[in-house]
């Protein structure tokens, strides 16, 4: 198994493994493989794919990222999107996660997911709990949506 930043190029065979695993598939105009690069220069990987020794790609970990201003500083957030691993090949998802928690120039990481197995992984690597059983309680507010 070989773990390699994902390529634009890659939609057809991540469709593949997102069928396979009944997932939604990436619509042909989706930006997530779209690579941006930032007012400063930044540019950052795309994700992380699972290859096989036919390079067939077995798991994939997309890494959408957001940029922030507070007091003039530039932040950069990871989102994890579009997580999946065939069955067969899922004991090698801790290191396709390690590459997303190692990558460089990020500020800070969120996973949005609401699945039990994914929160487990990523609380067994430190990740922060936000808890929100009632949805009354605001965590946090969006003022600037276009730099959100």
Do not use: C
Not at 73 to 100: C, H, P, Q
Request: hydrophobic content about 40%; proline content about 3%; glycine content about 4%.
């Amino acid at each position: 198994m070989n773990i390699i930043e994902v390529d634009p190029s890659d939609r057809e065979q991540i469709n593949q493994l997102l069928e396979r695993n009944t997932l939604s598939q990436l619509d042909p105009s989706s930006s997530k493989l779209n690579t941006i690069i930032f007012s400063d220069g930044t540019k950052f990987p795309l994700g992380w794919k699972l290859i096989d020794s036919k390079k067939i790609i077995r798991g994939i970990v997309l890494n959408l990222i957001s940029e922030y201003t507070h007091k003039n500083k530039i932040y950069y957030a990871s989102i994890i999107s579009t997580w999946a691993v065939d069955k067969d090949y899922r004991k090698d998802t801790g290191k396709l996660l390690e590459k997303f928690l190692m990558q460089k120039n990020v500020d800070f990481l969120i996973n949005g997911s609401a699945i039990k197995p994914v929160a487990r992984r990523l609380i067994n690597a430190k990740f922060l709990e936000v808890k929100n059983s009632d949805f009354k309680k605001v965590y946090f507010w969006v003022t600037n949506y276009k730099n959100f």
